[in-house]
């Protein structure tokens, strides 16, 4: 038998990416199942886009991607097309692809979800894994606030039935910087950057430095939701920010107390394509943020579109375990439908293959006989 220390060298995984064992595993379907049901549900349509793609298309359809601000993407030649192939980092601009090409004719709004892994080159410092499991819902042909409430509560929905526990939400207000700088805190395109980096970094002295005096007022309007708008509302931004705040509001208020609302309008990490609109999930027993969503166009159709992602792997870490079901122990010769019967009430079965196999050893917690599961001793 193959034992730990005989690994090989080859055997090691890369940085980043890992085995998930049974137990693990179960608590990620588990998960996986209950967040597909709530989106199924709501009447989201599920779509599988493929692993890999030309690297152009997946880059091409998302503003901030193409701008090479997005997540870095594994890419190689296809021996096949002698074309750049991309693994995906995000599934949002395939299911845009599809809604911008084979579902182009659709009705609208249409309701797309998805769930698969997806793989970046650099993983960030509060979170080393670079494969993700993503699970999300895509509601296109809406940039609206009824579509943004439809989406913040679908996330909260979903990460309640994965069992998950004390949901917030942390607004922002992704395009911020540019609606503002466009009149009513005039900034030349290239200052952009180094003002959105000072708010970033929440560094006063720093902003003052790189001529953003006017957006000082953004960095103490964060918080809790409620002071942190009135904080906003106080901005007085020559009406540029009213419509999205009133926007913000009704979203809040739709939300009620179904999960804690914070407000943090300059945060920007995580979001390279959004628009107006934009939140990050987070739940009780989890650092770093268990999904992400917002606004934003399809790059190419500029069909305005809403959606968000769960990060599954990560958001089942504070899951439940799924509870135990007995395993029933089928020995040689047992009744095969006496087992299917147990089978079809959610017991889980495993049969004997050879001579002298243990059902206990092997995990059994009963043995199938006279066609009734008897339960066995635990091994000693
Ligand atoms: N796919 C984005 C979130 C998103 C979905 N739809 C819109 N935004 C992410 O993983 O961060």
Same mark, same amino acid.
Not at 84 to 92: I, K, P, V
């Given at each position: 038998?193959?034992?730990?220390?005989?690994?090989? *060298?080859?055997?090691?995984?890369?940085?980043?990416?890992?085995?998930?064992?049974?137990?693990?595993?179960?608590?990620?379907?588990?998960?996986?199942?209950? &967040? !597909?049901?709530?989106?199924?549900?709501?009447?989201?349509?599920?779509?599988?886009?493929?692993?890999?793609?030309?690297?152009?298309?997946?880059?091409?359809?998302?503003?901030?991607?193409?701008?090479?601000?997005?997540?870095?993407?594994?890419?190689?030649?296809?021996?096949?097309?002698?074309?750049?192939?991309?693994?995906?980092?995000?599934? $949002?601009?395939?299911?845009?692809?599809?809604?911008?090409?084979?579902?182009?004719?659709? %009705?609208?709004?249409?309701?797309? &979800?998805? &769930?698969?892994?997806?793989?970046?080159? /650099?993983?960030?410092?509060?979170?080393?894994?670079?494969?993700?499991?993503?699970?999300?819902?895509?509601?296109?042909?809406?940039?609206?606030?009824?579509?943004?409430?439809?989406?913040?509560?679908?996330?909260?929905?979903?990460?309640?039935?994965?069992? !998950?526990?004390?949901?917030?939400?942390?607004?922002?207000?992704?395009?911020?910087?540019?609606?503002?700088?466009? /009149?009513?805190?005039?900034? %030349?395109?290239?200052?952009?950057?180094?003002?959105?980096?000072? !708010?970033? $970094?929440?560094?006063?002295?720093? !902003?003052?430095?790189?001529? =953003?005096?006017?957006?000082?007022?953004?960095?103490?309007?964060?918080?809790?939701? %409620?002071?942190?708008?009135?904080?906003?509302?106080?901005?007085?931004?020559? =009406?540029?920010? /009213?419509?999205?705040?009133?926007?913000?509001?009704?979203?809040?208020?739709?939300?009620?107390?179904?999960?804690?609302?914070?407000?943090?309008?300059?945060?920007?990490?995580?979001?390279?394509?959004?628009?107006?609109?934009?939140?990050?999930?987070?739940?009780?027993?989890?650092?770093?943020?268990?999904?992400?969503?917002?606004?934003?166009?399809? @790059?190419?159709?500029?069909?305005?579109?809403?959606?968000?992602?769960?990060?599954?792997?990560?958001?089942?870490? @504070?899951?439940?375990?799924?509870?135990?079901?007995?395993?029933?122990?089928? *020995?040689?010769?047992?009744?095969?439908?006496?087992?299917?019967?147990?089978?079809?009430?959610?017991?889980?079965?495993?049969?004997?293959?050879?001579?002298?196999?243990?059902?206990?050893?092997?995990? &059994?917690?009963?043995?199938?006989?006279?066609?009734?599961?008897? @339960?066995?001793?635990?091994?000693?």
């Amino acid at each position: 038998m193959t034992q730990p220390n005989d690994l090989l *060298p080859a055997d090691l995984l890369p940085e980043g990416l890992e085995d998930r064992l049974p137990l693990e595993a179960a608590r990620i379907t588990a998960a996986m199942r209950a &967040c !597909l049901a709530v989106l199924d549900a709501h009447g989201y349509d599920r779509v599988r886009p493929p692993l890999l793609e030309f690297e152009a298309s997946l880059a091409g359809r998302m503003a901030g991607v193409a701008k090479g601000e997005g997540r870095a993407m594994f890419r190689f030649v296809d021996p096949a097309s002698l074309r750049t192939l991309a693994l995906r980092s995000d599934m $949002t601009p395939q299911v845009g692809r599809i809604a911008a090409t084979s579902l182009a004719a659709a %009705a609208r709004p249409l309701r797309l &979800c998805y &769930c698969g892994d997806t793989v970046v080159i /650099k993983a960030s410092q509060l979170d080393p894994a670079r494969e993700r499991l993503q699970l999300g819902a895509e509601l296109i042909g809406a940039d609206s606030v009824a579509a943004a409430s439809e989406a913040v509560m679908l996330a909260v929905e979903a990460l309640k039935a994965a069992g !998950l526990n004390g949901i917030s939400v942390d607004f922002t207000l992704p395009d911020l910087v540019d609606t503002l700088a466009e /009149k009513a805190f005039p900034l %030349a395109p290239e200052r952009r950057e180094a003002v959105r980096r000072e !708010l970033d $970094t929440k560094d006063a002295g720093g !902003l003052r430095a790189a001529g =953003g005096e006017a957006y000082l007022p953004l960095l103490y309007a964060t918080g809790p939701f %409620a002071d942190a708008l009135a904080g906003l509302r106080a901005v007085d931004a020559g =009406g540029a920010l /009213k419509s999205r705040l009133d926007g913000l509001e009704a979203i809040a208020a739709q939300i009620g107390d179904a999960a804690r609302i914070t407000l943090d309008p300059t945060e920007r990490h995580g979001f390279e394509y959004q628009s107006w609109f934009g939140f990050t999930l987070y739940a009780e027993g989890l650092r770093s943020a268990v999904g992400r969503g917002g606004t934003y166009r399809i @790059a190419g159709s500029e069909e305005p579109a809403t959606g968000f992602t769960l990060y599954l792997d990560r958001l089942a870490e @504070a899951a439940p375990q799924p509870g135990a079901v007995p395993m029933v122990w089928l *020995p040689f010769g047992h009744d095969r439908a006496a087992a299917a019967a147990l089978r079809a009430q959610g017991m889980r079965t495993r049969a004997q293959l050879a001579e002298g196999e243990d059902g206990r050893v092997l995990g &059994c917690t009963h043995i199938l006989e006279g066609g009734i599961p008897v @339960a066995l001793e635990a091994p000693s």
